[in-house]
């Protein structure tokens, strides 16, 4: 069984797209600062990453299939020019309540931890919103808000993926 690190993508990763809208090509993407940094120290410890990211963009028609492949690859390639790698990519390109993968729901993270072979026990899910945090509950696996303000409901809040996986990966 591996250890695995879940990462929500916009807000976590890459900079969002402004309320109501989505990053449809690879030209809107921003990275945050220490994303990459955060990601190379996972994968020098020995952690499997996989990015877990609802794209409901793809449902409202806004953006398709190949659209948000572009996304993903040009981010694995930015990543990849700062030593780092996403071992897994998975999506939920559904409305709310029309599925089991979409978070709030734990569908998508648990096919992440299956396709990983991930050990609940020592996994964490990474995010900046509230559904990802309770993904990450209803998966069973420890939970890290990337927020300015602390989240009762996480086991940890940070204020940058690179915070936060510097403690999650400290010896305790």
Known sequence: MMRVALLDRDGTINLKAPEGDYVKSPQEVTMIAGAAEAIGALNAGGVRVAVVSNQRGIARGRMTEADLAAVNAHIARLLSARGAHVDLWLHCPHEGGSCTCRKPLPGMLLEALDRLDGDRSSSAMFGDSDSDIAAGRAAGIW??????????????TAPSLRCAVEGWLAPA
Not at 145 to 150: L, M, N, Y
């Open 143 to 156: 939970t890290a808000r990337i927020a300015a303000a602390e989240d009762p409901c996480a086991d940890a």
